[in-house]
T-cell receptor
Framework: DSGVTQTPKHLITATGQRVTLRCSPR?????VYWYQQSLDQGLQFLIQ???????AKGNILERFSAQQFPDLHSELNLSSLELGDSALYFC?????????????FGPGTRLTVL | AQSVTQLDSQVPVFEEAPVELRCNYS??????LFWYVQYPNQGLQLLLK??????LVKGINGFEAEFNKSQTSFHLRKPSVHISDTAEYFC??????????FGSGTKLNVKP
């Protein structure tokens, strides 16, 4: 158990819908990262937040947005969903922003868009 | 921009044999390099990382990796694998602006 929690574990929805994925980092970690893992795209870095502020941005679509709240939990919002958005979404947390800080991964949320 | 190439999508190996999983990266700036392992239906777990200093990095579960700047490689090795090492292994690089780039993964299948 990494100490990072993600809810829900599974999510099934239809095209065009909007969903919110939630992540609670390990106690004491200020950074949260979001990743998407799909069969065709592999593992892709989406976005990083540190203490409530966006710190780095990867291949995140404009239909996707994220935020980190004062209690440090984070939410990833996916809108106008398409079939290709079906994937495993991971959240990870670390103490700081340096690459030297180990990232601890949650178990993931599996999103299925029908 | 950075990129990571894992040359082998699958590596079958017998138990107690040595294994090397290959990783090459491209970057115009200094990078941090990582190897992660993903067991079935689980998240990723850090095996080891290279930030600076000694080019030979030792990680958990008996794995090690060597950073080779001239060849832009960061291959993962283990002298003797176990059945429990069966998993998917990802090489990753952290480059400019704290962005992470992952390779496509190598599935290690350890056979008895």
């Amino acid at each position: 158990d990494s100490g990072v929690t993600q809810t829900p574990k599974h999510l099934i929805t239809a095209t065009g819908q909007r969903v919110t994925l939630r992540c609670s980092p390990r106690s004491g970690d200020l950074s949260v990262y979001w990743y998407q893992q799909s069969l065709d795209q592999g593992l892709q870095f989406l976005i990083q937040y540190y203490n409530g502020e966006e710190r780095a941005k990867g291949n995140i679509l404009e239909r996707f947005s994220a935020q980190q709240f004062p209690d440090l939990h984070s939410e990833l919002n996916l809108s106008s969903l398409e079939l290709g958005d079906s994937a495993l979404y991971f959240c990870a947390s670390s103490v700081g922003t340096s690459g030297g800080n180990e990232q601890f991964f949650g178990p993931g949320t599996r999103l299925t868009v029908l | 921009a950075q990129s990571v190439t894992q040359l082998d999508s699958q590596v079958p190996v017998f138990e107690e044999a040595p294994v090397e999983l290959r990783c090459n990266y491209s970057s115009s700036v200094s990078v941090y390099l990582f190897w992660y392992v993903q067991y079935p239906n689980q998240g990723l777990q850090l095996l080891l990382k290279y930030l600076s200093g000694s080019t030979l990095v030792k990680g958990i579960n008996g794995f090690e990796a060597e950073f080779n700047k001239s060849q832009t490689s960061f291959h993962l090795r283990k002298p003797s694998v176990h059945i429990s090492d069966t998993a998917e292994y990802f090489c990753a690089v952290m480059g400019d602006f704290n962005k992470f780039y992952f390779g496509s993964g190598t599935k290690l299948n350890v056979k008895p």
